[in-house]
């Protein structure tokens, strides 16, 4: 422990006073203390250096290096390795230079005040995020615990739940939990009434979907007109497909090649918070319609880089995965593709003419992978009658990297 130079404390709404012995000597002991204005304003002043968080955070990071070998103190806000600066810390420096002494989380707080199990509770932030995030987690009867970034955001989370039919829904917003200015607001999301929010606050929410709610699982194969497209989109029953070959991991990162309106790279997305995509479309019309479907669907955080797939790959993070939904007959993309793949990588291409198979079975002839044919029907009227309307086959190569 004695090369632990960099300690982590979270610190509560009770400041000082609320910190073990160990947490404690931590914070007294330290030449540097870091932390935001509020966390500071805790810490009598007395003389020690001080470094407050710029805007964006990665900025102090070389200057917290470069005090290396002296007793450097990071001031969190609750469990600094839940959604909180330790995870950022941790990027830039190794485990055994750091201490890190949590205090309770915002989370545990709020379940002892609203009597939530933690485990049944889907724990968000959106702490320097779109509120937009939560869409994926709205859905019948599901709680949510969300980190706030500021006074405004439980008037945007009633927004959202309004505008996707679940009005009645019940917020709870605490406000500087485990001090003397705790407070709880609540309300329903149709008529929140509270404009005299607190900037630090955490909101609960209990999800009640009224008749006119959008139920939008998380599980692959959306509804088609869940996405607003020109038309050129991998139809539902084919994407359910795609994305089970495709396999989404946590944290793993999806080229969408072709991306069109963006309906591979969203799913992809919306399987875990984690999963990354980058939706590379040659037309700007459709860059706009994934940037909309991105919004409406919980993922603002999509990638999106207009051009042709070959001049722009390589200037993309490094995929382990890659869809190409267009272009799979473009001379060498294929190829260039699966260079970009690293040991276990995931291949997948639909193509739906004679020159795409053609580019699919020779690629399968000069490395590996499995060729499907998925032919889909839908009922539809046939005058007074109903009849069988297929769409078009599609030929599909899903290939992993040895």
Known sequence: MTDRWL??????????????????????????????DRHLAMIPEDGRE??????????????????????????????PMFFGIGVTLAKHFDADEMDVVPSLSAFSLAASRLGWPLADVEQLTLHGRPASLIVPFILPGARLMILSDGADTPAQVAGILSERGYGDSKIFVLEHMGGPQERGLEGTATDWPHTDTAPFNTIGVECVAGSDAIILPR????????????????????????????????????????????AISIEWMRAH???RATAVESRADRIGLIARNAIALGVPRLGMIEGQATDVLAGLDAPDAIFIGGGASTPGLIDL????????????????????????????????GELVRIAVSRAEPVGPFTGWKPLMTVTQLAAVKP
């Open 7 to 36: 300690s982590v404390v979270g610190i509560g709404e009770d400041g000082l006073e609320g910190l073990t012995p160990r947490a404690r000597m931590l914070v007294d002991g330290a030449q540097t203390l870091v932390g935001g």
């Open 50 to 79: 001080r470094l407050t968080w710029p805007s964006p955070l990665a900025d102090l990071m070389p200057h917290i290096a470069e005090r290396r070998g002296s007793m450097v103190c990071v001031l969190a806000t609750g469990d």
């Open 219 to 262: 599980v692959p194969g959306l509804p088609d007109d869940a996405f607003t497209s020109d038309g050129n989109m991998t139809k539902r029953e084919v994407r359910a497909a795609t994305l089970a070959a495709l396999s989404p991991i946590p944290g793993q990162h999806l080229w969408d090649i072709g991306a069109g309106c963006g």
């Open 273 to 275: 918070p984690s999963c």
């Open 337 to 368: 593709c699966w260079d970009a793949l690293p040991a276990g990588g995931r291949l997948v291409a639909n193509v739906v003419t004679l020159e795409g198979e053609g580019a699919l079975a020779a690629f399968r002839v000069r490395q590996s």
